[in-house]
């Protein structure tokens, strides 16, 4: 109704940010309403992507159904898939070998620095500075290299299968994967110099956006966008899987609760990812890289849930099983849905030009959104 | 004291500004830095990793022969209905009736790449080829036919 | 020797011995105008392909590379496609002010160029004022743009134009103090004056700090007075979409497009003139022999050497910052740079009445 007006009864003005607009990297839609530059509320409307997943998945084997989970937040797939067959796992009761729990760890660690190599250049995009953009894309593409030549594909890889992993690392992987490393450790510096460090950055990103603790816990918020407000929420630390409990990394924690904070430990978790891939890189077991399973999977009578933290927050994976070959429902917990919910709460009374810098910092993608 | 606090504000403001600007004058003077994929001038000498998920294909051997016994196990596995079995009746040396495969038809538009079929198959009859140019001007051309017409499957593989 | 002023005189003098004086006039009035718009055509495209290929070499991209030898006919070739792309007038929009509106900023940019010394002596109107006539025309850039936010009945337009506004409006003010600290030191508004008055070492090394802080207030002015990242809020892209130029398409685009290219051409133009001497070679002093052979590069060289060299510093400013919020804009501008450029002014003035300046 006030989309045809234009402005609300008190004269103030409403704009729709979206479904098609820069800043939005996908088709979520704001009808802000605005006095003057200042802003009053923010409605997000969802919907656009909306693909049903979660239906799809109940016609889906549960061999199957993982596929379409890396069509959810796609730049984190590989976690996404990681979940799904946790939770197949934990309903067939089967033990992976140590090789596939190392290999899904360091594919896990990969993604999570291709996520914020992302984030941090179209962040830098959403403020208007154009060239991290294209300097994150020069770390990103080295890693989409090795998820290319071991899984197969860049983006949506489908490599996780309950069980294990689809195949083997390729040869090349650990020398890759150093020289990624190598090359990773020799442009860090060129973060700082270029965005952190950069005046016009700082100040656009402090005290903008601030997100209390106790506010970040009653929206349910997860990952560094609660990590910023100081409220531990790392589920490889809380709730650990797969050999995470036998890693050496630090939970980030920043306490500013502003976009700074949240931009702070992205930035500080790609190195405890790097740490993690560290210790993992030249002690990858040997064996067997999958456990046999039968050709068709069938969970026992119950309910399933496993979690894992995507470079988001925390994905779960929620599966009603009747016995059969497919799941009776499947819910998927998705971060970035909770973490949109704030967006109104933390951007009364700042600036327009704040709201990117808000929406760049919650890392939004809008179909691990809609779903 | 408030002078020196704003000049040292400045200072630090400016500095930051300088230091941004002396990594993009580094990579506007460094063009060894530049790392655009010059696609497609570079078909020549692109090599894709031998595991990347181009499309399904069914190799055949020089006999014009392939592996597939038409199990169906490909069709079961995929997510998407990407892929159908159509039988035919085969009459082998010995004169009696065998199933055979007539076409494995192939839907590209329907493909996610996620690989199922190939870990189904259990008798490597279909492999993942490395082509990603798949456009076309008539979506009809988009649903392919694996085996070559004519072929049969090869001795020994059942 | 070839010179561009002695190409001007003779073309004078021809027209003079063939054609009454109303008619040369008029004739070299209509040279004049043909002169401008080529010139403006041909900087639109040169300016459009540097800015393209300095913000590929800064992205570690190659840029454009292939209309012509090395992508150099690129903007070429995206002019012919803005020709022939229908121009929209949407619906609600008034359309009388937004058909108006880019060629007002068309014309601003056009008459910004009259005091422009190209060469040594080749101008095309040598005024008395001519830094004051640059100030006071280049301020009625802010109405072709908030006519085309106002006129396209567009809520990102209108805010993009009132932003444009508030920026433009506070950034002439340091500009222009900028600009007094030469005109101070110089004690002339004329173009040419100012010119001549750095025949023996340009002002911003004559000028001791004080120029040059006044140097750097100027680039930073101009820098948010042409609208260029970082302070292009007016079109802040993951803002606004596209500002104050939302729901222009075609020619008009381009002409907004052309317009701003042209404009940043001219503050370049200027800073060069007032702090690097224009066409003026590099002379250091007395140094008779350096200077000499300093002169043997032709003058429009220098100008145009300075000036590109001033553009690249702002396309270096562009693709390496992000932008401001409009409130960090103002706050720069009235906390910052204005009390930094009255205090510089007044030193300058001291220095220019006892003499410490080269």
Redesign the interface.
Known sequence: MFEEVGTTPEGDMIINVGPQHPATHGVLHLVITLNGETIKKVEPHLGYIHRSIEKMCESLSYRQFIYVTSRMDYLSAHMNNHACAMCVEKGLQVEIPPRAQVIRVLMSELTRIASHELWWGAMAMDLGAFTPFFHAFRERESINDIMEETCGARLTMNYMVPGGVMHDLHPNFQQRVKAFMKLYKKKIHEYDEMVTGNIIFQNRMKNVGVLSANDAISYGCTGPTARGSGVSSDIRKLYPYEIYNTLEFDEVLETGGDSFARYMVRIREMQQSIRIIEQLIDNIPEGDFQTKTKAVLKLPKGEFYSRVETARGELGVYIVSEGGTTPYRIKFRSPGFSNLSVLNHISKGSKLGDLVAMMGTLDLVIPDIDR | MFIKKYIQDIWGAVKSLLTGMRRTMYYFTHHKEIITEQYPDNRDTLQLPERFKGEVVMPHDENNEHRCTGCQACELACPNGTIKVIFKNEINAEGKKKKAIDKLVYHLELCTMCNLCIEACPSDAIKMAQTFEHSVFDRNELTKILNNPGSKIMEGVE | MWSFSNIANNIHAWLGNNFNPTMTLVIEMVLAGVAVIGLFAGLGLVLVIMERK??A??????GPNRVGPKGMLQSLADTIKLIVKEGLTPDGADKFLFNLAPFIAMIVAMLLMAPIAFAKDFQLWDLNIGVLFVSAVSSIMVISILMAGWASNN??SL?GAM?SGAQIVSYELSAGLSILTIVVLSGSLSVSDIIYSQADGWWIFKGHIPVLIAFVTFIIAVTAETNR??F??AE??????AGFHTEYSGMKFALFFLAEYVNVFIVCAIGATLFLGGWMPFHIGSWEGFNQVMDYIPSSIWFFGKTFFLIFVIM??R??????????LLNLEWK?LLPISMINLLIVTAMAILKWHF
């Open positions: 300095v913000s070499w800064m992205q570690i991209r190659l809520k990102y805010m932003r990242a970082p292009d809020l802040a892209e993951s803002e606004l979409t270096w400013f693709w390496t910052f992000p932008r401001l919020r409009i409130d960090q910052y």
